[in-house]
């Protein structure tokens, strides 16, 4: 068999960095206009899950996007979350119901503890 070798490649450059700096325009008026809603994703709590179980038990003709739409409202603590995520934790009801007794402080975690 031949000694077969590649031959030296030059290394990629790196990638360029953005630069995380905000304009602002200085001479622009003062305005009350509210800021963006925060796009970021928030897992939610044992608690609230529970919350929204509680309600759904008591609504149980409302669809998955009433509820969604109920919950993102509310004037005191609006939960963010999603119809697909709805679906899901619906899903995965009987386990969130039985972390409650599992953990002591399970109610406000928001993933399981895993101890190894």
Do not use: C
């Amino acid at each position: 068999m031949s000694n077969m070798t590649r031959k030296p490649r030059e290394k990629p450059a790196p990638y360029k960095q953005r630069s995380e700096t905000v304009t602002k325009n200085k001479d622009a008026p003062a305005t009350s206009a509210k800021p963006h809603k925060v796009t970021t994703r928030k897992n939610l709590t044992l608690n609230d899950w529970l919350v929204v179980f509680a309600y759904i038990d008591t609504h149980p003709h409302q669809s998955q996007a009433e509820i969604v739409l109920h919950f993102e409202n509310e004037l005191t603590g609006a939960l963010a979350l999603s119809q697909s995520a709805l679906s899901r934790a619906l899903k995965r009801r009987p386990e969130l119901e039985a972390r409650i007794n599992s953990n002591p402080n399970a109610l406000s975690s928001k993933r399981p503890s895993v101890v190894s």
